[in-house]
Every structure is written in structure tokens, then in C-alpha cells.
């Protein structure tokens, strides 16, 4: 099914209008193979194809209907994989081209080594025809997917910033500008976020295709999420039921105080969960923590029915909708 123009969310079983996609995760990672990934934290394997599908399917029973892959080629997508269990459990899955940080790609391997023209191209590939299959490997091959990448994933580190080669993000945003994907941004403070946000709208990228993530890794300085906001860009946060960061009661306090400065509209959540956070991989919460535990603490802190539905359905609809 194919939406009109600025109407669609491009999923792995094809395109769905964007008031199709239902209560939503913005931020996840399903499936992440064995590989260096794993090498540098063991929880960041992902690729138990029966463990996930349960996890899907508890999610889909409390009532989530989507979710959005973060995991970009070349670390640990696993594309068929997020095609099986998206018709096996009727959940929206929403991929990811682009790339993650450089530590977690070997130094031979081929993201580190395409000019910025060809990495355009291969993000625009993803996006427009189909997704590349073995994508870990040193060399790219040119076997793809009919599926295709719903998102542009990018991610900047202290290093990145100070790198006078920033090729990665300029070809990302070229992808943006070709195609009409969202970019989904991992940051790890808010300098990072700050001068990404503005490195992108910068290049022409349009703000409500930029979605700026992990902005909760701390609670402090909450008016800086008040600044980036008024650039029109998504704010989403996902350091929720990670206790080693803050604890719930914070984050909710946090989102209170974004809600009480209108703020509502640009606010998304999810869980970005690793193998460690997995009910059915052994670990700590699972998918349904959001439906379960943390939106009942919202609303006891005073967040309503309606500012909750705006961060969980309408925001995601329009976050993740491609536009011209």
C-alpha cells in the first residue's frame, strides 16, 4: 500500500499511510547479528529470531502496532530477519540505512572508505529501491531486497564533531534531501545534538525530518531541549528503565516540564533496547515497559491521555512520514 506525497511511513512490508502506523516505539533495535558490535558489549546481540518474534508478539498484545529499527547497515542489520517477523507478527518495522558510530565498524570495512558520493548513493539505494544484503562485509555487494529503508540513521561522537571529514553526515543529508527519509540522530550529549542539528538544517535538510535521539541520557539542562525544539526538529527519548542513568521518576519530571512549555508536539519515546533490557533474551523489562509502567507513571505525574497518544501515535506519524 502506498500513501500519497508527505503521506507515508515506509515500513519493510512496504508503504502504509501515516495514520496507519499506530502506537509506536521510535527508537529500537530488534535484531542486531553476531559481529563487531558484539565485540566491544556482548548485549549488543540481537539475533535469537524466536526471542525477538516473542518480544513483538507481547508488544503487539499490550497494544504497540510499530516500531523503528535503529540498527543501520554494516553493524548487524539483519534485513530478512525484520521482514520474517514484521508479517509473522503484523508489527510495523521501519528500517534504517545510514550508519552508527565508526567504532563499530573494523577498520577495513567499507563505510570508512566510501567517498561521500557513494555513500549518498547507497542510502538512497536503500531508501528508494531495496536494502543491500550482507552489508558487514569489507565490500559492499550488489545483492539487495525488494524491502526497503524507511529512515536515515546517523550518529556523532565528540571525535566526529572535531573531524574535519564529515562526509557520512553530508551524504546522509543529500539522501534526505533526495528521497524525503527522516534522519534519526544518536547523540550522546547535547553538544552533539546542538551541532548536528544545525549541521543539518544547515545543508538544506528540513527540520521535521530530523529526529534528534537520547536526549535523556541526563535530565539536567532541560531548556536546551526547550532551544532545539524551536528549530522545528523531533526530540526523542528513550533512557527509560535505565536505571544507571536516572530513574524513572526523573524522566518523567523531565517530560512534565517539556509539556508545561508547549512542547508537546516534537516529543517522541521509546526504549532502545539492547539484549540486556529483553524479556525473552533474559533480560531485565522488555517491550512492554513503556505500555506497562512508565505512561502510568506519566499520567501520575500529571501527563494527559491526549499529550500521551500525541508522543506514542501522532508524532511518530509524522516523524517518521516522508516528505518532499
Known sequence: MTGGAGGFVRTVRGDIPKAALGFCHSHEHAFLADGHPATLNPALRIDDYAATVAELRDFRAAGGRAMIDCQPLGCGRMERALVAASMETDVHLVASTGFHKLAFYPDAHWVRTYSEERLRDVFVHEVAVGMYEGTDAAELAAAFLEARAGVIKTAVDRDRMADPDKRWFAAAAAASIATGAPIVCHT???????????????????????????????????????????????????????????????????????????????????LDTTRARLKHYGGAIGWTYL???????????GASDEAIRRWMVDNPAEAFAFKP
Open 188 to 270: 550522546e550529549t547535547h553538544e552533539e545534538a546542538i551541532w548536528l542539528a544545525y549541521y543539518y538544517l544547515e545543508r538544506g535538510v528540513r527540520p521535521d525530518n530530523v529526529v534528534l535521539c537520547h536526549l535523556d541520557r541526563t535530565t539536567a539542562r532541560p531548556e536546551t531541549h526547550r532551544e532545539l525544539a524551536k528549530l522545528g526538529v523531533y526530540l526523542e527519548y528513550d533512557t527509560i528503565g535505565r536505571f544507571k542513568y536516572h530513574s524513572d521518576e526523573d524522566e518523567a519530571r523531565l517530560l512534565l516540564q517539556l509539556l508545561e512549555w508547549g512542547l508537546e508536539n516534537r516529543i517522541l519515546l521509546g
Open 291 to 301: 505500555i506497562e509502567t512508565f505512561l502510568p507513571l506519566l499520567a501520575r505525574f
